[in-house]
């Protein structure tokens, strides 16, 4: 089974692209069969016929974006029945557009766009040939929720302080609006990713196991001589949470653990978050999610 690390690129538009009101693009990157983001859409404000959004790179194309009815601020539930569009894309950091072929609403007032990301696909850079990307930017006002995931079936929740450059399109329907639930169709969900095979005599680290996890996530390495090693724990942002081990040890396997909180004791909120592991010249960083 093939070994798979992700982490979630955020990335500085170039100073050019500013007027266009979104200066950073997030992604999945790699993404692997799975990878999505989540953005929280109301429908009180007339019936749904289609979406905007500030998409990176115009050579890039979401291979199906869902709409499914939800709850406010609740992560998406992808086995309701969804409106499903095929194969989406837009222009290189502008606005692309979808629109659906009858207006919709949803029963609970709420629904969700759900973005896939096209799967071993990386986020490097900006505009064209840069990689598949949505638009963001921190506000001064607390945001609709979005979510991202590796497998569309759990969800990370984004700092609210954050809006993601999705917006949806109303339109002022006659007669009577048909719901999501009413018009979807079941959703084909991805395979869950199985963890590769520990290797017997390699310098590496595996995957962190559970995925997502609460309270407490077990960081498994094998070493192939010994070595110093440096495991650590960062945030979202980049900012170091935990360093969770530093020394040198033996040949051999190991195990860590983390029980999501820093280094001053104090318990981390839900949210994604990655271990870094740098042991003999190697070095791995793979995501986790912690949900409380």
Do not use: C
Request: glycine share 10%; hydrophobic share 40%.
């Amino acid at each position: 089974m093939k070994h798979i690390s992700t982490f979630v690129a955020i990335l500085a538009l170039i100073p050019v692209m500013a007027h266009a009101g979104y200066e950073s693009v997030i992604s999945v990157s790699p993404a692997v069969n799975g990878s999505s983001i989540a953005v929280e859409v109301p429908t009180t404000g007339g019936a749904l016929s289609g979406l905007r959004w500030f998409h990176n790179d115009g050579n890039q194309v979401f291979p199906r974006v869902v709409i499914v009815e939800g709850q406010p601020n609740t992560p998406p539930d992808l086995t309701n029945p969804g409106l499903i569009l095929d194969e989406v894309t837009g222009v290189s950091t502008g606005w692309g557009e979808l629109y659906l072929a009858s207006p919709v609403t949803s029963s609970t007032g709420t629904a969700y766009a759900v973005f896939f990301f096209p799967a071993d696909e990386a986020t490097h850079s900006l505009g064209e040939g840069g990689g598949p990307g949505i638009g963001f930017r921190e506000t001064e006002v607390e945001n609709p929720a979005f979510y991202i995931s590796t497998d569309a079936v759990h969800w990370a929740r984004f700092d609210s302080a954050y809006e993601l450059g999705v917006e949806p399109v109303y339109t002022a329907a006659r007669g009577e609006v048909r719901s999501i639930s009413e018009m979807g169709v079941q959703i084909a969900l991805p395979d869950p990713v199985v963890p590769s095979e520990r290797p017997q005599s390699a310098t590496r680290m595996l995957q962190p196991h559970p995925n997502p996890f609460n309270p407490r996530v077990e960081l498994s390495y094998s070493l192939s001589a010994p070595t110093s090693v440096q495991l650590r724990v960062y945030d979202i942002r980049g900012r170091l949470v935990k360093m969770v081990y530093s020394g040198r040890q033996s040949a051999g396997d190991h195990l860590a653990t983390w029980d999501g909180v820093d280094d001053r004791g104090k318990q981390v909120a839900s949210g994604v978050y990655f271990a870094r592991f740098e042991a003999g010249g190697i070095v791995q960083t793979h995501q986790m999610v912690l949900v409380r």
